[in-house]
């Protein structure tokens, strides 16, 4: 039973490189997530797509943020370029179009140096 | 803009003991209402939810919810606690389902024998 599948689970980049993301939603999901996790923020929410439309692009993370649905089975999320304090849990979640329940990916650990 | 707050970032309990972490919500309106669990190293995997009703809601492993309109309150509890319950847990709002979750900074509960 696949969940939402994180790639790669950590990611080291120096400083001003440009690094990408990706996430396999849940299987027949249409609604997906980009959160940003820190230990002083918690969980702050970069973008959603609805059916591969994006309907929040989470405001102040837009302009070295990029996130993408290039299909309904596979996101991505570009920061370019790095900064370190871009270091951070970053978390992709998926769930049915209305659906109750958002299902989490085990999260991208970031590293900037 | 709705809001989130978990007063308690750390609660260290004896195993057996029983459990409350507290959540308050700012929204005018009545919100739907998550709690969220993050072991190490894991995504976060819902507990509960509330969405109308019956203000007691049962979650998974023994947890359990209640809101409470008066107080904008949706504490979580748990009769007794085992190690395994050590985690961080959060709560969460939503307008409209899964729809833009906002979530509390957690609390880090660490159950002790």
């Known amino acids: 039973d696949a969940g939402v599948t994180q790639t790669p689970r950590h990611e080291v980049a120096e400083k001003g490189q440009t690094i990408i993301l990706k996430c396999e939603p849940v299987s027949g999901h249409n609604d997906l997530f980009w959160y940003r996790q820190t230990k002083i923020q918690g969980l702050e929410l970069l973008s959603y797509?609805?059916?591969?439309?994006?309907?929040?692009d989470g405001g102040a993370f837009k302009d070295r943020f990029k996130a993408e649905m290039l299909n309904s089975s596979f996101s991505t999320l570009k920061i370019q370029p790095t900064e370190p304090k871009d270091s951070a849990v970053y978390l992709c979640a998926s769930s049915l179009q209305g659906g109750t329940e958002v299902f989490f990916g085990k999260g991208t650990r970031l590293t900037v140096v | 803009a709705q809001s989130v707050t978990q007063p308690d970032a750390r609660v260290t309990v004896s195993e057996g003991a029983s459990l409350q972490l507290r959540c308050k919500y700012s929204?005018?309106?009545?919100?739907?209402l998550f709690w969220y669990v993050q072991y190490p190293r894991q995504g976060l995997q819902l507990l509960l939810k509330?969405?109308?009703?019956?203000?007691v809601v049962q979650g998974v492993n023994g947890f359990e919810a209640e809101f409470i309109k008066s107080n904008s309150s949706f504490h979580l509890r748990k009769a007794s606690v085992h190690w395994s319950d050590s985690a961080v847990y959060f709560c969460?709002?939503?307008?409209?389902?899964?729809?833009?979750?906002?979530f509390g900074l957690g609390t880090r509960v660490s159950v002790f024998p």
């Open positions: 797509f609805r059916s591969k439309s994006l309907m929040e």
């Open positions: 969460a709002v939503s307008y409209n389902y899964a729809q833009g979750l906002t």
């Open positions: 929204y005018s309106g009545t919100p739907y």
């Open positions: 509330y969405y109308s009703g019956d203000p």
